[in-house]
């Protein structure tokens, strides 16, 4: 898909098939994007006689270059479900299920104009920030709120919320019994997240990757929300937990200007009690939620000490893991330290 | 062997040579992100280049001293392949026993072990220096 070369002849034979209505196709730019560390990405522009589009092209690097394993397929269906569910996404418009046509398994979106969220706070105030963070909390309640029903049948259902965040907290030991090297820090983390599980809430779809680098904000301040190819049907707070969690590396962190005003909106939109969303609970999820990116990151760098991948972006995605073992240390010793002092009051 | 500079001098000179010389000359772009990436993990290289065996001696240490002996973790030889071992015994033996103070609900054992895992931590964010998320957003 990096081919510049062949793509973009590759590229007008494929649309041709997928729209059969457009005459005299012609992909006028091809470019490969940053953006992303886990996939290829390419932008284009191709123009025909009824017309002007801007796609953006998303697919699977080599099997040896893959810093983490993700279905297109599934990912495709998501976003799918999405765009009918009404949340704002950067619109799919064709798949290539086998890479036979494209290269590689790739997905073909709208190249969406929106500014990213990222440079965008970076450049305004905490009055803004305040505004963004409203609006970001309406935006993972409207795809938390998408009754599970509605989504690809292919998304696996867990059976409960006990049974999940038992696997879930399972999924920190397992990553480090799994690994090449002993982990004592994911050890400490799962005992630790078994002994403070905080009340259940109903399972919902959640994003996965959930942080400002794959948000984006259209001009009437609503979010884009891109890559989905960690979604999964898990806790909502995850997502909420993930976001505080990155936010602590790349701020601002939205969630807390004034976390109890972001999870008293939060609350407000999903219907759940202050008991299942406060700020010790996010402050809980902070941790749990990034489990299913520490285990795919770890698993790349046990990859890499086998020789069975040589990816820069496997090496570089664990400092990541160091700093979230500063970030998980401190939270469990903090919420230690307050619910100690609750208890005592 | 010539032991200067140091291996931590040289990566650093190497870093330093890509950020003046290298980046500049690269258009945005994955080759440009790929160049940073690069610095960042060659200064936690010259970081591990000059400390790690020491540090990873000085936690089994450690580890001994609050769970009792661990006899994989015992050896001479400093080569790092060996010493990587042995650290990896040693911190086999803390990660049990962590699950085993949880498991008895035993507060203050916990304590201590966690300062362990802190001073662990503390010698990752040296390695780790600042975190910067090249190429996103």
Redesign the interface.
Known sequence: MHNLDEMPARLAAFLAIEEPGWRDIEVTSYE?M????SRLLAKAVVRHAEGEHVFVLRGDPPADKQLIHTDRQLEWEVLRAMQAAGVRVSTPRYFDPSGDRLGTKALVLDFCEAT????YLAGTTEHEHRVVAEELAATAAAFHRIPVEQLPASLARPTSWDDYIGARIGEWKAT?LAHV?????L??VA??L??HRPPAVPLTLIHGDFQ??NLMRESDGTLVVLDWELAQIGDPREDLGYFKAIAQ??GPDLTGIDADAFCARYRELSGMTEAQMNPAVMAYFLILGVVGTVRQLIEGGAAFSRGENSA??T??SL??I??G??MW?QA??QLDQAFAAAQEA | MLSRPTTEQMLRGIVADLNATVAPALPDGPAKVAVAMMTQLLLGCAVRAAHEIAWMHDEIAAIEAAVGAVPAAHGESLHLDDVVVRYHAASAALADAVDAAYAAGDGPRVEVLRQLLEARNAHEMEIMGVLELVGRG
């Open positions: 490969v940053t953006g992303g560390y990213s969220l990222l440079p480090a090297e002993s982990l004592p820090v050890r400490f005992a630790w078994d002994a400002t680098t590396a790349a820069l972006g090496l570089f400092t990541n160091q700093y073992q500063m240390l469990t010793r």
